[in-house]
């Protein structure tokens, strides 16, 4: 006598509803439906009606900054994709740390995103006491969206012609020289820092208040030489008012290529600025990645290319993974340089 188990009919179910009450059968399947709704996950309902208002990016500096210029060349194509407008909101104050905590303070929705360069994380909480934030606690990468390399820059009065004579003089002449930066702790002042220390030079320091002062400076001839973006510095460079002689990346840049990289001279150099999106740390994963996808496909278009390469910048697109990495790095890379430094704390 067989007394193995039969298997089920598919069909079984329906046929004993059909036994039921047609009333109470109708009530039955009705129940079902609202329990098997109850189990559709809520990040998979989010992101199916997402974004159904307006997405806010708030920039940690003013207008005309390396963040709000990135935030504004993808907000008007993210706009037009995701189909609610994406806008940017400068948040200036206490070095970026107002619109950071406003960003932790803000519901983690998917509608609030913060829009800034690495120093947010890699440097302020290194300088500033009053930081109270913490990258890992607080945030969570979104979007890898581009990077700005710094390019150093020599006066000729110098008679540097190459990063190979700026090592060759420093040496022969310790303390002669001088470099400007956009002020202490400030990502130009700290990729010289770098520089020095890895290579044992003694180049003097002269912090300004931006590159608004430090560029006239160095063309003036009133410093030796300084790091800044390449917009601040081509037109100079084009009338032979200075030379560029290295830039603050791993590897050359496409729009200077005849310029080296200190990582070609220095191993494991690599202090250009990175700039992307972050939200408050209990954002969905799934907005995250619409966000992500989104911000990569729009930094491939080639008008959003061109754009970014005007103001100096080089796009990106990379996933909240590869954007966490680079800010991982650079904070390594720059406790190690604020402590060689002996920088203290404001």
């Given amino acids: 006598m067989n007394n193995k188990p039969r298997p089920m009919d598919p069909h079984s179910f329906t046929q004993v509803a059909g036994a039921v009450d047609p009333f109470k059968r109708q009530s039955l399947l009705a129940g079902l439906s609202l329990l098997g709704a109850s189990f559709v996950p809520e990040s998979f309902a989010q992101s199916s009606t997402y974004p159904n208002k307006p997405i806010k990016i708030i920039i940690t500096h003013a207008a005309g900054g390396l963040p709000d210029t990135v935030a504004r060349i993808y907000a008007q194509r993210l706009t037009e994709r995701m189909g609610q407008a994406v806008v940017v909101e400068n948040k200036p104050g206490a070095n970026g740390v107002l619109a950071v905590q406003s960003v932790i303070s803000a519901p983690a929705d998917g509608y609030t995103f913060l829009c800034t360069d690495g120093s947010s994380f890699s440097i302020n909480p290194l300088i500033y006491k009053s930081v109270s934030y913490d990258f890992k606690r607080d945030i969570v990468a979104a979007s890898f969206a581009a990077r ?24 022969a002449k310790p303390g002669a020289l001088s470099y400007g930066s956009s002020g202490v702790g400030s990502t130009h002042h700290l990729s010289m820092e770098a520089i020095k220390s890895a290579l044992s030079l003694d180049i003097t320091h002269i912090p300004f208040k931006g590159s608004g002062q430090s560029v006239p400076a160095l063309v003036g001839g009133q410093v030796d030489m300084a790091f800044a973006a390449l917009p601040s510095l081509s037109g100079f460079v084009k009338s032979g008012q200075v030379k560029l002689v290295a830039n603050n990346a791993s590897k050359r840049s496409e729009q200077e290529p005849s310029t080296p990289a200190m990582g070609e001279i220095i191993a494991g150099y690599d202090l250009a600025p990175v700039i992307g999106l972050l939200a408050a740390k209990a954002t969905p994963q799934s907005l995250i990645d619409r966000i992500s996808q989104e911000m990569a496909t729009v930094a491939k278009m080639p008008e959003v290319v061109h754009s970014l390469s005007l103001a100096g910048i080089e796009a990106v697109g990379g996933s909240a993974a590869e954007f966490a990495l680079a800010l991982d790095q650079e904070i390594s890379r720059m406790t190690k340089i604020v402590r060689d430094a002996h920088i203290q704390q404001e």
């Fill in 148 to 171: 700005a390399p710094l390019y150093l820059a020599v006066h000729p009065k110098t008679g540097i012609s190459s990063f190979k004579d700026l090592v060759a003089l420093a040496k």
